[in-house]
């Protein structure tokens, strides 16, 4: 991943490797090898960006890789061996509204791309539209490969069925509604929060994809 200054990595990110790679080597110390191999490979997997990034050409501000790293440590990590999606009702919850804001927000700028960032092509209901349609999509087909896990290999990951599914789902839509007022809050010229502002840094790090 290309940037322009070399600036310090977040504290968050750092506490998250910490963790990740805390918990490998304690896994491996006590002779809890499951644990390594989950602490290991999301650690890999929280590097995929700075690897992936300049090899298509993007430029991530480090506040997108960081909550890259900490959605797949609370998912792969603290989610599946820590078990916190038994542990605590409310994990789930958060972890389906985080990701329909974030894929609310990419598909925002997706839209942006497809259309150059022209605003005079781009009304910005239009881009909202298309990213709350554009995250929804992306919870339904969750849901729907959660449901052929279930039905093929005989697992639980839709706990109590229609109603876990339904739940999913209208977070989902809450998220992606969320993750669509900022693109439209973007485009309207609003300071807005902090999903405002991790748009505005991508548009202004990548502004030969959007025509600029």
Same mark, same amino acid.
């Given at each position: 991943?290309?940037?322009?200054?070399?600036?310090?990595?977040?504290?968050?990110?750092?506490?998250? #490797?910490?963790? $990740?790679?805390?918990?490998?080597?304690?896994?491996?110390?006590?002779?809890?090898?499951?644990?390594?191999?989950?602490?290991?490979?999301?650690? $890999?997997?929280?590097?995929?960006? &700075? #690897?992936?990034?300049?090899? +298509?050409?993007?430029?991530?501000?480090?506040?997108?890789?960081?909550?890259?790293? +900490?959605?797949?440590?609370?998912?792969?990590?603290?989610?599946?061996?820590? *078990? &916190?999606?038994?542990?605590?009702?409310?994990?789930? +919850?958060?972890?389906?509204?985080?990701?329909?804001?974030? &894929?609310?927000?990419?598909?925002?700028?997706?839209?942006?791309?497809?259309? %150059?960032?022209? %605003?005079?092509?781009?009304?910005?209901?239009?881009?909202?539209?298309?990213?709350?349609?554009?995250?929804?999509?992306?919870?339904?087909?969750?849901?729907? #490969?959660? &449901?052929?896990? *279930? %039905?093929?290999?005989?697992?639980?990951? %839709?706990?109590?069925?229609?109603?876990?599914?339904?739940?999913?789902?209208? +977070? *989902?839509?809450?998220?992606?509604?969320?993750?669509?007022?900022?693109?439209?809050?973007? $485009?309207?010229?609003?300071?807005?929060?902090? $999903?405002?502002?991790?748009?505005?840094?991508?548009? *202004?790090?990548?502004?030969?994809?959007?025509?600029?």
């Amino acid at each position: 991943m290309t940037t322009r200054t070399r600036a310090p990595l977040p504290w968050l990110l750092l506490l998250t #490797w910490m963790v $990740l790679l805390g918990a490998a080597v304690g896994g491996f110390l006590t002779g809890e090898f499951s644990v390594t191999f989950v602490g290991v490979g999301t650690f $890999l997997l929280t590097l995929v960006p &700075f #690897w992936l990034a300049p090899r +298509v050409g993007l430029n991530l501000p480090i506040g997108f890789v960081t909550a890259i790293a +900490v959605f797949l440590c609370a998912t792969l990590f603290l989610g599946e061996l820590g *078990d &916190f999606y038994e542990r605590y009702w409310w994990w789930d +919850v958060v972890l389906h509204g985080g990701s329909a804001v974030a &894929f609310g927000l990419v598909g925002a700028l997706l839209m942006l791309m497809l259309v %150059q960032g022209s %605003q005079l092509k781009a009304a910005s209901l239009t881009v909202a539209f298309f990213a709350f349609c554009f995250a929804v999509t992306i919870g339904a087909l969750w849901e729907i #490969w959660e &449901f052929m896990l *279930d %039905q093929v290999f005989g697992l639980n990951t %839709q706990k109590s069925g229609l109603v876990d599914t339904m739940w999913d789902l209208i +977070v *989902d839509a809450i998220g992606a509604l969320i993750g669509a007022g900022a693109g439209w809050a973007y $485009l309207k010229g609003r300071e807005g929060g902090p $999903l405002v502002r991790a748009m505005r840094a991508f548009v *202004d790090r990548n502004r030969r994809l959007f025509g600029g």
